[in-house]
């Protein structure tokens, strides 16, 4: 395969979640809208949770079903970046695990590019006023469940610099196979390190 593409889809009980979404973004990598049917292709076990798993390039796909066990994240090391480029969701995470590399005791990392922030390693994030949840503008992968969350008017896109972190009062993480699920702890300083 060349330039690899990944797409992750929650399966539950033999429904696969969001797929126009998740097809979307496949069209959208590969530039063209008939390459691939998501809907037709993914065939999924019907017991439990799974992680369908697809990899994909303009002459092949590949596509898995794995069972999923969520990784719990509590706390984020802020970690920064001036290169990393991420915009498409390919295969290839050589960048993203070498600032993983930095986590140290947390348990995952806040990507922070030209002091904006930006993602975790695995999800987008969105941070509450105490009235309203705001996603980052300069997410670098504009996610499914971002992409949904905003369409449905439940997240607000608005650049966040680092300093600002301070200024909210809850966190939470997003991606297909966790929706939207908010960090337990009410202090900023305690999730942040």
Known sequence: MSSVFLETIKILDGVAFHLEYHQER???ALQTPD???LYTL???PSNAL????ILYDIDEIEIEYLPYTKHCVETLKLVFSKTIIYDKKYANRDEINMLLMHKEQSDDILIIKKGLVSDTSIANIAFYDGKLWFTPASALLKGTCRARLLSEGKIIEKEIRVEDIKNYKKIALMNAMIDFDIITSDNIEEIIC
């Open 26 to 28: 496949l069209n959208t």
């Open 35 to 37: 390459r691939y049917n």
């Open 42 to 44: 993914i065939n999924p």
């Open 50 to 53: 799974y992680r369908c798993r």
